[in-house]
């Protein structure tokens, strides 16, 4: 019996019929999970064990990230830490909502080691040293047009996404809360110690981790590029130098001032920033779209000031390129194989791609 | 260049020496993630392209469970569904806290397909209908008693544990908290709607899942066995026949009455429930230790209910066995690769250890 049919009667049997495509087979030559950073609080007093439900003298470990990994055969030198967006989890990167191979498999295809992260105050990583109010917020329909996927309930023309009921229902139940409120400071601090752990590797950020992903690279040396889907929010600039904040239907977006110091660490590095399509350029009184407006408004200022400053910054929005359809989640969108070879590309050709010695 | 010193040296480049066994090169055949159950909430209202903010005629997703799956090559046709216990998730089976692989990579090596969830409000399953107040809990002193890795702060000799300061680091940062109120029907929902998307399958629960684990098995007649780890609550019984509850040190563990009908159902798989080292047999006021006491005791009960109206079930305390040390994870103890062995032979001694076809 070859693999192939091995396969096919295996997932025959597994009743995964419904997935119309057929797993090639992967070598994996490590895989497993850690947590990386975080912070140790003690409460006062004395640990009791007749009553140790009273947390007099207990400690608490919370605010560290959460890591699975898989290394494939023959892989590269630099690992890709796959880092989830607002409202979402490690499950973002993994099998698409219509069943597809996410990037972390197709990254694993194209010999690299995945690091796939929750990071911290979220999914796995759910400990937090703040505490939250956790309550169900009725905002799929937010996510629809904010996410562009359209605008609800019409898909847009030519979206690169399954109109399937069952996949936007799969696409919304990727949603996960915060366990603690969203600091750009701890979630960094997280992913650098991460960084530190692995050692040399490539972030790929996804809408609000594009902020933290450049605060980490700025803090840990061994951020040896970034590639940011659609980055959303913490647009840093230099204090000496800071553009203008832009209004529009979905509020104003504030640039963030840090020390010209820091802003200079990131000229330092290959960074890619990428956007999707049916984003507006005028205008427009529909939140979810004006929202992306301003933003990708910034990103062409953000560019501009790391590439005045000596840097290597692209900004490729994919309709000018001729890839259309892109939602907010280019990298699981129907195209995500054609947005994994573009990524891959990318990196060969900053001179990143070499192979593990 | 071979794939062992290709692993090594993927190893020492990518800063994991510390793990100080090889990895074996694993083939697998699908891999992928997704969620199953749950429920969807409207809230009234019109939805308004405008200020999607409001919640207003907006949808919720919740109360799903998230697996995680991967199939090695030449798959048995039962794959393992395994089920993290309370303030856990799905890293619990994944790499132990010393490093060393956990039961989902030691299964994968036995050849079972393995799915590694996060139940309803828990982990990436984490949008919950119910609100929560999530505040950090400072109970590691509470987990290192009750989960019998010691009395704080001494272990207990001989113990199946690590010693070294980072492994109970990073065991303590697996802990995760409920994003909704812990309910045995909301999670065996869940699980049941994965084992209805995956049919036929093998249930492995820790701890507080022990109790849903049960039901899930009564609600589907696609589980086919279960292998319950240190069950910790949920004991059911048929309501025609209840045992007394048991009181201790840690408070008092009340069984759970169920229509016999449904008690029947438990009698038409073969279960094996296993409990580690270091329970006591005789009361204490150590709140830790005495906990066990009595689920331990109530455990043989339900057992012997469940064999009194025909059905297969083992209960095996590991130390009248001659294996001893073990902790509440017995499944991530150093001698979890012997303990995955005594589940994969008595799954196959249950003739449902076959290979897909």
Redesign the interface.
């Known amino acids: 019996m070859t ?1 192939r049919t ?2 096919l ?3 025959a ?4 019929a419904a997935q119309a495509f057929a ?1 090639e ?11 990386a950073g ?1 912070t ?4 006062p007093g004395s ?1 009791d ?5 009273d ?1 007099a ?6 605010d ?1 990230a ?1 890591a ?1 990994y898989q ?1 494939p ?3 590269r ?1 630099l ?1 890709l830490v796959l880092w989830h967006g607002a409202f979402q ?3 973002s990167w ?2 698409t909502a219509d ?1 597809r ?2 990037f972390q ?1 197709l990254m694993l295809r194209r010999h690299f ?1 995945v690091y796939t992260i ?1 990071q911290p105050r ?21 996510y629809f ?2 996410f562009r996927i359209g ?2 309930p019409e898909y847009f023309d030519g979206v690169q996404f399954d109109g399937s009921e069952e996949t936007l ?2 696409f ?6 915060n ?2 409120a969203f600091d750009p400071e701890v979630v960094s601090d997280g992913v650098s110690a991460l960084v530190d ?3 040399p590797s490539i972030l790929v950020t996804h809408s609000q981790a594009g902020g933290p992903g450049w605060l980490t690279a700025i803090k840990n040396p061994d951020v040896r590029a970034v590639i940011s889907y659609e980055p959303g929010s913490g647009y840093v600039f230099p204090e000496s130098e800071m553009p203008e904040p832009m209004s529009g ?1 979905a509020g104003t977006l504030e640039p963030v001032a840090i020390p010209d110091a820091d802003f200079q660490k990131l000229t330092q590095i290959p960074i890619i920033v990428y956007y999707g399509d049916n984003i507006p350029e005028e205008p427009t ?4 779209l004006d929202n992306w407006r301003t933003r990708l408004a910034m990103a062409r200022l953000w560019v501009n000031a790391i590439n005045a400053r000596g840097g290597d910054a692209t900004l490729v929005h994919l309709p000018e390129e001729g890839i259309i359809g892109n939602t907010h989640f280019i990298f699981s969108d129907l195209n995500n194989a054609q947005i994994a070879d573009l990524a891959a590309e990318w990196i060969e050709a900053k001179g990143l791609g070499g192979l ?2």
Chains 1, 2 share one sequence.
């Open positions: 693999l091995l396969l009667s295996a997932t049997s597994l009743g995964l797993f087979p992967l070598t994996i030559i490590d895989q497993g999970s850690f947590s975080g140790v609080t003690t409460e640990f064990h007749r009553s140790p439900m947390t003298g207990q400690s608490f470990h919370g560290h959460y699975f290394v055969e023959a892989p030198s690992p989890s490690g499950k993994e099998t069943g191979e996410g498999t080691p929750d979220r999914g796995r990583a759910g400990n937090s040293t703040a505490a939250a109010e956790v309550s169900p917020m009725a905002f799929d329909q937010l047009d904010m605008q609800w229902g799969e919304f139940r990727s949603v996960t809360p366990t603690g752990r692995i050692g239907a009184d529909l939140f979810g593990a010695q």
